[in-house]
């Protein structure tokens, strides 16, 4: 018996050395670094995929940096995909590094990947079995075996012990908190204290009672996935002479240690469904480890389980002085002698608690008290920043990837935007040749389903310019690459055949608009032709006028795109232009005899519209003109037709009114004649929240036009008790749309009474609280503001003065 061998425990013939761990525990990956020291193994077996083999290698490499996973994807389908995690303290990545620094053979041994991807495909089943007893595991189409207490709940679970056994260990110890129990007898255990084998030992004691706990002996694919394993590791030990080690879930321990034939275990695995896969490493984050990001067999605290593996020593004090660093960036004040007291605080509560040594739910209190002054806001921010993390793990230019993925890396480091866990949003001036190179990157990338960034309202200048977005890589993008990757070798080439197939496939005309508007920012020139061609046919085959006036509002949105990044869009402008004038001919009569859900719909069109043929304006590219004049005449038709739904007619009016195209004097007339005592109570309101409601500031109107209050005043009280009912929910709706200032001023107005309010007379007497003019001195006061809000080039001719 050689030296190591005692040291261990073990003799030569014994049997696999198992060690049973839980994935992603730090207190698990020391004892298994400690446990492969003593034993020294000829060779090391790892619960994975066996296909990954050829990528252990990579594993070395010093451009590996974990946290890193093993995605498989099967090649027909590459939105089928299966990730195994691995952080740096993962007992399954300690063991491996120290197989490839001891130059000791390792291979993976769990259940081929072809057979997971082949199982968990839709309506497939193994012969013999029920229906699938899936092991989706914590990410889509992913999986992610448990040890003790991972938590992971699969369909087909059984009793609650497989699917969370670390809970049911905790119980049986008297505890409630299974995260603070195994924190307490494994974390907190110092690698190499005594026998380096002891917690396995013990560990594989408690699984093997938990199991025969287990109905049937556990799930159908337990049962294969051991089957499997145990044919690999005595393939394994007939090749060492030196002994083996198997690293695996605890939970699995136990069925290898069990004594079957190779028939049984071959017979188990006969029949499998099986498909063709590929295989590559790609980064991880920490917050993909965490429950809380959705992993089913994670952790809580991947952040702090990090720090305990890499700490070499006081572990509480060194985690405390990262917090008051953290804290301290954020521009709180806290001094060395917040950490000296924290860390008083924290020993002492693990004393009253009767734990070996702090934990986290120790340093927590003691942060909140003596840090955050017992606020849980800054507390939020540490959880996220160091109890969690946006640690981004990195893999080596040589790992195996689709062409697209080789592509956008090289895009990606030649515009200088480096994938980042944390979300962070970025600005864009599109007028620089780096930030419009990386919004055409960004615009391809959505269009393909490859979703890293998301655009949002820019706080700055609103130009089309500026763009503003909110990034944050999340490492199932790599599945979207892989899947985009059926589309094209480059990112350009993918985003084309992209929208070319959306085109040619979209139902409905605002989806062919809604994707012209998509290519421009995106940079597609060789897409538009296809898109153009189909908005043409689909335009003038649609003749429902709400598509029409949907479909508009994009496309002249998509031109004013044009206009900044130098597109060419003359043929959108004559698209744009002419659904314009089909919508104007087909309006009226689509605004007739609607009920009050299609008349609210109709309305948002008409702002819609009205908005687009602002935008549009007298766009020569048209060569239709200036399309102002002509909608305005609808709106004129629209506000006139007593067939026309009420809510139509009243925004009709307000839009003219807002134009300027009507005076305020007719608009009274108008509002006068609808809310005279012949018009039905129901069609008034409706009017009346087409004139003044939407959040179009239509309660602002009405408080500085008294003609109009005054005409809604009178109306609302001369309304008769029988129809009041009625018209409520319409009013009630309209006005609690206002902002509380103005219904507060509204309020008051309405109970000054006509006398009390009174009315600016042509001798310019005016009610309490209004002037009778302009004060424009009070009015030149607000310039500077508005300069701030418009920008530092904004000029005075930008300035337009409101002659009130």
Do not use: N
Not at 99 to 115: M, N, Q, T, Y
Not at 609 to 621: C, E, N
């Amino acid at each position: 018996m050689t030296g190591t061998d005692q040291e261990a425990g073990r003799k030569p013939g014994d049997g696999p050395l198992l060690l049973g761990v839980r994935h992603h525990g730090p207190g698990s990956a020391r004892a298994v670094r400690a446990a492969l020291e003593a034993a020294r193994p000829g060779a090391v077996l790892i619960e994975g995929p066996p296909e990954a083999d050829a990528l252990l290698p990579l594993a070395a490499d010093e451009d590996m940096r974990p946290p890193v996973a093993l995605l498989a994807h099967a090649v027909d389908e590459p939105g089928r995909s299966v990730f195994w995690p691995l952080a740096e303290f993962s007992p399954e990545w300690v063991a491996l590094r120290w197989a490839l620094e001891h130059g000791v053979p390792a291979r993976f041994i769990d259940l081929p990947a072809a057979h997971t991807l082949a199982w968990d495909a839709p309506g497939s089943a193994r012969p013999g079995t029920g229906p699938e007893e899936g092991d989706p595991g914590p990410e889509a189409g992913t999986t992610g075996e448990t040890g003790p207490g991972e938590g992971e709940r699969e369909p087909g679970a059984g009793s609650g012990v497989r699917s969370d056994p670390l809970a049911a260990l905790a119980r049986a110890a008297g505890h409630d908190d299974p995260e603070r129990w195994w924190e307490d007898v494994v974390e907190h255990r110092g690698a190499g204290e005594g026998d380096a084998l002891a917690p396995f030992t013990a560990l594989e004691e408690a699984m093997g009672a938990l199991r025969e706990t287990e109905e049937d002996g556990g799930r159908d694919r337990d049962l294969v996935r051991e089957a499997y394993m145990r044919l690999q590791v005595r393939a394994a030990q007939r090749e060492s002479e030196a002994g083996v080690a198997v690293v695996c879930g605890a939970w699995h321990v136990p069925a290898l240690r069990r004594r079957a034939t190779v028939a049984a275990d071959r017979a188990l695995l006969k029949g499998l469904p099986r498909t063709k896969v590929d295989m590559t490493w790609v980064p991880w984050t920490h917050r993909r480890l965490s429950r809380a990001g959705g992993y089913g067999a994670g952790i809580d605290s991947p952040g702090w389980y990090g720090h305990l593996f890499r700490a070499p020593d006081r572990p509480v004090e060194r985690w405390l002085t990262k917090v008051a660093g953290l804290l301290r960036e954020e521009d709180r004040a806290v001094s060395p002698a917040h950490v000296i007291e924290a860390v008083r605080l924290a020993e002492t509560l693990a004393v009253m608690r009767g734990r070996p040594l702090p934990g986290l739910g120790e340093t927590t209190d003691a942060v909140r008290a003596v840090m955050c002054e017992g606020s849980d806001v800054p507390l939020a921010l540490v959880h996220d920043r160091l109890v969690v993390g946006d640690v981004l793990g990195e893999v080596p230019a040589g790992a195996p990837a689709v062409p697209l993925q080789r592509d956008l890396a090289r895009i990606q480091r030649r515009l200088r935007l480096r994938p980042e866990a944390r979300e962070r949003e970025l600005e864009l001036d599109l007028r620089k040749e780096t930030d419009a190179g990386r919004s055409r990157l960004l615009h391809r990338l959505r269009l393909l389903g490859i979703g890293w960034g998301e655009p949002v309202g820019s706080r700055g200048a609103t130009g089309t310019f500026r763009e503003t977005w909110r990034l944050r890589w999340e490492p199932e993008l790599s599945v979207r690459i892989a899947e985009a990757g059926a589309w094209g070798t480059t990112v350009l080439a993918a985003a084309t055949a992209k929208a070319e197939a959306d085109a040619l496939t979209a139902r409905r005309l605002a989806e062919v608009t809604a994707l012209a508007e998509r290519c421009l920012p995106a940079g597609l020139p060789d897409a538009l032709p296809t898109v153009m061609r189909v908005l043409t046919d689909r335009a003038a085959l649609d003749t429902d006028v709400g598509h029409l006036a949907q479909a508009l509002p994009a496309l002249v949105r998509a031109l004013r795109y044009g206009d900044v990044r130098g597109t060419d869009t003359g043929a959108l402008a004559t698209v744009a232009a002419g659904l314009a004038e089909r919508v104007f001919v087909g309006l009226p009569a689509a605004c007739a005899a609607l009920d009050a859900d299609a008349a609210g719909e109709m309305r948002r069109h008409v702002d819609a519209v009205h908005g687009a043929v602002g935008l549009l304006g007298d766009d020569p590219a048209t060569g239709h003109g200036d399309l102002r004049p002509r909608w305005r005449a609808v709106l004129r038709t629209l506000s006139a037709r007593d067939t026309v739904a009420g809510v139509v007619r009243g925004r009709a009016v307000r839009l003219l009114l807002d134009d300027g195209a009507l005076a305020a004097q007719e608009a009274a007339r108008l509002m006068a004649l609808v809310l005279s005592p012949g018009t039905p109570p129901a069609d008034a309101a409706a009017w009346i929240e087409g004139f003044v409601g939407g959040g179009s500031g239509g309660g602002m109107l009405l408080v500085h036009d008294e003609q109009l209050l005054a005409l809604v005043d009178a109306w609302l009280t001369g309304v008769p008790a029988d129809a009041f009912t009625d018209v409520l929910p319409l009013l009630r709706r309209t006005f609690s749309a206002y902002e509380p200032g103005v219904r507060r001023t509204l309020g008051e107005l309405v109970r000054r009474g006509p006398e009390g309010r009174g009315a600016v007379t042509a001798a310019g007497s005016a009610v309490p609280g209004f002037g009778a003019g302009s004060d424009t001195a009070r009015a030149d006061a607000v310039l500077p503001v508005v300069r701030l809000l418009l920008g530092p080039d904004t000029k005075d001719d930008d300035l337009v003065e409101v002659d009130a």
